[in-house]
Nanobody, 123 residues
Framework: QVQLVESGGGLVQAGGSLRLSCVVS????????MAWFRQAPGKEREFVEA????????YYIDSMKGRFTASRDNAKNTLYLQMNSLKPEDTAVYYC????????????????WGQGTQVTVSS
C-alpha cells in the first residue's frame, strides 16, 4: 500500500503562485511514477504533470508547460507542484497519484491517490 497526503491548496488571485506538496508513505519503492491530476466541478479528471521517482524525468502537457513544475525530494518522500501565473480556469481539486508505469499520463494507470487539495483562483 502507498499513502499519499496532499497539502498547500488555497485561495489565490489570478497571476499568483502556489506550491502543493504530497507526502508519500508506505511501499514507496513500488511506485515508479508520481503525478499530479486535477478535477474541476463537472469536468473529468485531467493530467497535469508526472515525474519519475527515480531520476526526476518530467512528463507534462504543452498547455501547462512553463507555468507548472513538478519536483520531488526523495529524502523527504515528498512530491511538489509549483504553480505560477495562475488563472481562474486552474481552479480545481488537485490530486497526487502513484503508478508503477513509467511515464504514465492516464488516470487509469495510477493505483494510489491522495484525498485532494482545493485550489481556487479568483479573477
Amino acid at each position: 500500500q502507498v499513502q499519499l497526503v496532499e497539502s498547500g491548496g488555497g485561495l489565490v488571485q489570478a497571476g499568483g503562485s502556489l506550491r502543493l506538496s504530497c507526502v508519500v508513505s508506505g511501499r514507496t519503492f513500488s511506485s515508479n511514477t508520481m503525478a499530479w491530476f486535477r478535477q474541476a466541478p463537472g469536468k473529468e479528471r485531467e493530467f497535469v504533470e508526472a515525474i519519475s521517482w527515480r531520476d526526476g524525468t518530467r512528463y507534462y502537457i504543452d498547455s501547462m508547460k512553463g507555468r507548472f513544475t513538478a519536483s520531488r525530494d526523495n529524502a523527504k518522500n515528498t512530491l511538489y507542484l509549483q504553480m505560477n501565473s495562475l488563472k481562474p480556469e486552474d481552479t480545481a481539486v488537485y490530486y497526487c497519484a502513484a503508478s508503477q508505469v513509467p511515464g504514465a499520463t492516464l488516470a487509469t494507470a495510477y493505483d494510489y491517490w491522495g484525498q485532494g487539495t482545493q485550489v481556487t483562483v479568483s479573477s
